[in-house]
């Protein structure tokens, strides 16, 4: 589960899928919204998966289309949380855009903001068999999602 170097298109695809609403959301933040007061552990946890994440998911050639086997599930199963998480971003762009609707949940995924993307990437990790990805986006989870929790926790207060 090393990996092979060389670029990958598909992990491209995933992060503009990414990156694409995050760069809209900065234009349309919810009512309320401040990063003041995130714990720094955390935070420091998101910006290190942030950044291997994203060097990972482009360096490995792993994750490129190849012929049909059983591990192309994993890829569909990465495809979909992608795809639920789009969906979930026209669901808040097209609501009040309070904290609530930010921190929500989608179709029984709790803070889906935040869980899809790391679920998509580390079920590319397991398509394309890097360790490496699977690893980064365990770390991005942990900081993305428990800031996500820690917002949450603090709207329902």
Same mark, same amino acid.
Not at 40 to 60: N, Q, W
Not at 74 to 98: C, D, G, P, Q, T
Not at 103 to 117: D, E, H, R
């Given at each position: 589960?090393?990996?092979?170097?060389?670029?990958?298109?598909?992990?491209?695809?995933?992060?503009?899928?990414?990156?694409?609403?995050?760069?809209?959301?900065?234009?349309?933040?919810?009512?309320?919204?401040?990063?003041?007061?995130?714990?720094?552990?955390?935070?420091?946890?998101?910006?290190?998966?942030?950044?291997?994440?994203?060097?990972?998911?482009?360096?490995?050639?792993?994750?490129?289309?190849?012929?049909?086997?059983?591990?192309?599930?994993?890829?569909?199963?990465?495809?979909?949380?992608?795809?639920?998480?789009?969906?979930?971003?026209?669901?808040?762009?097209?609501?009040?855009?309070?904290?609530?609707?930010?921190?929500?949940?989608? $179709? #029984? /995924?709790?803070?889906?903001?935040?869980? !899809?993307?790391?679920? @998509?990437? %580390? =079920? $590319? #990790? /397991?398509?394309?068999?890097?360790?490496? !990805?699977?690893?980064? @986006?365990? %770390? =991005?989870?942990?900081?993305?999602?428990?800031?996500?929790?820690?917002?949450?926790?603090?709207?329902?207060?």
């Amino acid at each position: 589960m090393n990996g092979h170097l060389g670029f990958s298109y598909v992990g491209l695809l995933f992060l503009s899928a990414l990156f694409i609403p995050n760069i809209i959301w900065t234009k349309n933040l919810p009512q309320g919204y401040t990063s003041e007061n995130e714990n720094k552990i955390l935070l420091a946890f998101e910006r290190l998966g942030e950044v291997l994440t994203c060097c990972c998911a482009l360096i490995f050639s792993d994750f490129n289309l190849h012929k049909w086997t059983v591990w192309s599930w994993w890829l569909i199963a990465a495809a979909l949380m992608m795809v639920l998480y789009e969906l979930w971003w026209i669901r808040y762009f097209r609501s009040n855009r309070k904290l609530s609707d930010f921190y929500s949940g989608f $179709l #029984g /995924i709790p803070l889906a903001g935040a869980t !899809l993307p790391v679920a @998509a990437f %580390i =079920l $590319l #990790g /397991i398509y394309g068999k890097v360790l490496w !990805l699977i690893l980064s @986006a365990v %770390i =991005l989870g942990i900081g993305h999602i428990g800031i996500h929790i820690q917002h949450k926790r603090k709207i329902n207060e």
